[in-house]
């Protein structure tokens, strides 16, 4: 592998291949990519997911630790690159891949800048999906990270930022300035790490996550109109709010975890 400085101007002089339509800003900051990847606290135990592999600048640091790696990237000009840089690196394996179609089950831990017009989608995704996952370190907009970690009755509080809660625990590491990138995107990141619950379960996960997506499929409807348009009765609706202790005049976004995991709970009886 060549030098840090030498990898990271030649990362640079690849903004201007960067394709806007797949939201390409490539990292050109050693230091910051080094931080991100050293959050994830590697070892030779780990198998180990980078998600949009792009340029290398994550990769580069990855590819310096003892974890078996697999990097995707939609881009099969940027995947050739990188197996050309890594191709000496035996336990660094860059391949074509797409992370809505990919199967992100065998990994412990996952890595990625993610691409800011699907962060919803690839998170729902890992955290249905990721059953091995003990930690993610994941970079996205600034405005994608607050309405993830959207607060109760605030406009942006819904599913996902429940089922985040659900699974384990968001922590915000540090800010990333626009600067940082070639080309510059419009806004600053931010990096931060999940850490899933050793006793996440999956299973139960997707069917509380429908229900919730249920229930929030009218967010200006109480939540009584809400389940009975989900169980197609407002009486069963009536009986399963009564049961559960939730109030049929709340809306979606007044209601917490705990309140709906105790509507999945008898939802499911």
């Given at each position: 592998?060549?030098d840090?400085?030498?990898?990271?101007?030649?990362?640079?002089?690849?903004?201007?291949?960067?394709?806007?339509?797949?939201?390409?800003?490539?990292?050109?900051?050693?230091?910051?990519?080094?931080k991100?990847?050293?959050a994830a606290?590697?070892?030779?135990?780990?198998?180990v997911?980078?998600i949009?592999?792009?340029?290398?600048?994550?990769?580069?640091?990855?590819?310096?630790?003892?974890?078996?790696?697999?990097?995707i990237?939609?881009?099969e000009?940027?995947?050739?690159?990188?197996?050309?840089?890594?191709?000496?690196v035996?336990h660094?394996?860059?391949?074509?891949?797409?992370?809505?179609?990919?199967?992100?089950?065998?990994?412990q831990?996952?890595?990625?800048?993610?691409?800011?017009?699907?962060?919803?989608?690839?998170l729902?995704?890992?955290?249905?999906?990721?059953?091995?996952?003990?930690l993610?370190?994941?970079?996205?907009?600034?405005?994608?990270?607050?309405?993830?970690t959207?607060?109760?009755?605030?406009k942006?509080?819904?599913?996902?930022?429940?089922?985040?809660?659900?699974?384990?625990?968001t922590?915000?590491l540090?800010?990333?300035?626009?600067?940082s990138?070639?080309?510059?995107p419009?806004?600053?990141?931010?990096?931060?790490c999940?850490?899933f619950?050793?006793?996440?379960?999956?299973?139960?996960?997707?069917?509380?996550?429908?229900?919730?997506?249920?229930?929030?499929l009218h967010?200006?409807?109480?939540?009584?109109?809400?389940?009975a348009?989900?169980?197609?009765?407002?009486?069963?609706?009536?009986?399963?709010?009564?049961?559960?202790g939730?109030a049929?005049?709340?809306?979606?976004?007044?209601?917490?975890?705990?309140?709906?995991?105790?509507?999945?709970?008898?939802?499911?009886?």
């Amino acid at each position: 592998m060549v030098d840090e400085k030498t990898y990271f101007e030649t990362i640079a002089e690849y903004k201007l291949l960067a394709k806007h339509e797949v939201g390409q800003n490539f990292l050109v900051d050693p230091s910051v990519a080094s931080k991100i990847v050293a959050a994830a606290a590697l070892n030779e135990k780990d198998h180990v997911l980078e998600i949009g592999s792009g340029a290398g600048s994550l990769s580069y640091f990855i590819a310096a630790s003892p974890a078996e790696a697999d990097l995707i990237d939609i881009d099969e000009g940027l995947v050739t690159k990188l197996q050309g840089d890594f191709q000496n690196v035996a336990h660094v394996h860059p391949q074509i891949g797409n992370i809505m179609r990919y199967d992100v089950s065998p990994y412990q831990k996952i890595i990625g800048n993610l691409p800011y017009y699907i962060t919803s989608g690839i998170l729902e995704r890992l955290l249905l999906e990721a059953t091995s996952c003990s930690l993610m370190v994941l970079m996205v907009q600034k405005e994608a990270f607050e309405r993830l970690t959207a607060k109760i009755g605030s406009k942006d509080y819904g599913p996902l930022p429940l089922l985040l809660q659900a699974q384990g625990t968001t922590k915000r590491l540090f800010t990333v300035p626009r600067s940082s990138f070639a080309p510059a995107p419009h806004v600053d990141s931010v990096v931060f790490c999940f850490a899933f619950r050793p006793d996440a379960n999956f299973p139960y996960a997707k069917k509380l996550y429908a229900i919730m997506n249920a229930c929030f499929l009218h967010r200006r409807k109480t939540i009584q109109n809400n389940v009975a348009s989900y169980l197609q009765s407002t009486e069963k609706a009536k009986d399963v709010l009564t049961k559960a202790g939730i109030a049929p005049t709340l809306r979606p976004e007044e209601l917490s975890l705990t309140q709906y995991q105790t509507l999945a709970s008898v939802l499911n009886q």
